[in-house]
């Protein structure tokens, strides 16, 4: 992971998204939500060099999550996988008048200890602070 410019620590879940009431009829949507992980979207897309940490489960949606950042050209090597421990997920169902109900499951694993030795960023962004 040297060579790295930015590196963000934080939770991001596979999402479902449904408009109206979540059921049988138009297919929901379904992709990933993380502030930390659209910052190092972000600026990959800009030109420098990121990497995203954290801990998901040995799941289709921490493979989904894992699998998106890496076609944005976000570096996952510091990203720990638990077996049989599930990823989280956010479902949102937009209803009337433009708001919407949410829901998650799966309890964040995030800690300090989380995620593997990363070596050399040169900035760290987290959703209790940025040095």
């Keep these: 992971m040297s060579g790295i410019d930015v590196l963000t620590l934080g939770e991001t879940m596979g ?3 449904a408009e109206g009431t ?11 939500a993380g502030a930390e992980s ?10 420098h060099r990121s990497a995203w940490s954290s801990v998901l ?19 996952t090597t510091a990203v720990r996988r638990e077996q049989g421990a ?3 997920i956010l479902v ?7 708001r919407a109900r949410v829901a998650t499951t799966g309890p964040t ?5 989380s995620g593997r030795p990363t ?7 987290g959703r209790e602070s940025c040095t």
Excluded at 40 to 45: E, K, S, V
Excluded at 92 to 98: A, D, H, T, V, Y
Aim: charged share 20%.
């Design 57 to 75: 489960g040995s799941d289709a949606i921490g493979d989904l999550i894992v699998r998106t950042l890496a076609a944005e050209r976000v570096d």
């Design 92 to 98: 949102s169902q937009q209803r009337p008048m433009g």
């Design 38 to 47: 659209n910052v190092a979207i972000g600026l990959a897309r800009l030109g």
């Design 86 to 88: 599930p990823s989280g």
């Design 119 to 125: 070596p050399g960023p040169r900035w760290t962004y």
């Design 22 to 32: 979540l059921g049988v009829g138009p297919e929901p949507r379904i992709s990933i």
């Design 109 to 113: 694993r995030l800690s300090p200890r």
């Design 15 to 17: 999402t479902i998204r």
